[in-house]
DNA sequence: CTTGGAAAGTCAACAAGGCTGACATAAAAT
DNA sequence: ATTTTATGTCAGCCTTGTTGACTTTCCAAG
């Protein structure tokens, strides 16, 4: 009980309209977060499932399916439908596992990492600008909160995935 | 160009590695964020877009349906099957405008607010110990870069959101 | 070698929540 | 008087999630 009334700077900002105010902000910047490669999706067969399957996918070459679905977060129906369609388009190659062979290891072709590089772009020109704006300090408190935000195991997931300069 | 290849800390972190982690930090943290309200609402005949629009009329009473589906980036045929069932159900009213009879006002009703303080609770508690978690000065970074990364029209409407204490 | 179970895939059916288009009504504005 | 605005509604479609049932493949333990 060392921060209970006392008000230090640790707990002064945790009235309610702020709480709210964190997610509202959530809610408007993942709209903001999604529209431009919903944009570029829009029209062509694909949707957002899909840059998420591409994206995981490109991070994490030679992933299993099983992985992948517990990255995700779906079903496998789910993510097999989308799955289907970019193996059947020629983005994503599926090959059968050497040690398991019933496992499948997932890899972009070169038509998906095309795809891919083209949405991650647009995402990643927008997250830089926002970092820009915000500045250093800023982007490193809105990546310690969003991982204090995470689930369990999203959070395990979240930590596996490399970053070659923290 | 102040900031070009100089490297200081101003760039550095631009990487595209630091800027994919980020992009994976949404959506993960994304997932955590409509976790706990969306068990609440498992089960009962509502779903993520009934919450949202309880959380926006709770927040400002009075709204009109124009203003509310300008706010939440939807058609009006979506937000009004929504609308309808919380109308319906008693959890929302919806009086005729006195200066402008064409309008509707939203209110919660009592049942409204109790079930929009359920779900708002849950939702706090992973903000607040995120926000614990992360500290204070993580807070407003967090904010900057949120906000920053939303549309023009989208901060627009998060800006014009009431907050007694920032 | 047989068998149990894991990994993967598939089919069918359904639900939530987006969308468009068309149309109706009431009331405000011109 | 006419047009525009705000709202509501019907019908139909799409994406992406869900469950349940079932099959095939194949590793590994008995």
Redesign the pocket.
């Known amino acids: 009980m060392t921060t209970e009334a006392g008000g230090s700077e640790n707990l002064l900002f945790l009235t309610d309209e702020q709480l709210r105010k964190g997610i509202e902000a959530m809610f408007f910047a993942y709209r903001g977060f999604t529209a431009d490669p919903d944009r570029i ?1 829009e029209g062509m ?8 399957a591409l994206h995981f996918i490109h991070r994490s070459p030679g992933t ?4 992948l ?1 517990s990255i ?13 369609t970019l193996i059947e388009d020629g983005l994503v190659e ?1 090959k ?2 050497r ?6 290891h997932l890899h972009l072709a070169p038509k998906g990492a095309e795809l891919e590089r083209r949405l991650s772009d647009a995402q990643r020109a927008r997250m830089r600008a926002a970092y820009r704006a915000a500045g250093p300090a800023a982007v490193q408190g809105f990546r310690q909160v969003l991982e204090a935000m995470m689930d369990a195991e999203a959070r395990r997931h979240y930590q596996s995935l490399k970053e070659t300069n923290t």
């Open positions: 999706l067969d694909y949707g957002r499932a899909h840059h998420r299993t399916v099983n992985n679905l995700l977060g779906v079903t496998k129906q789910s993510l097999n439908r989308v799955l289907r599926s059968v596992g040690a398991d062979k019933r496992e499948r």
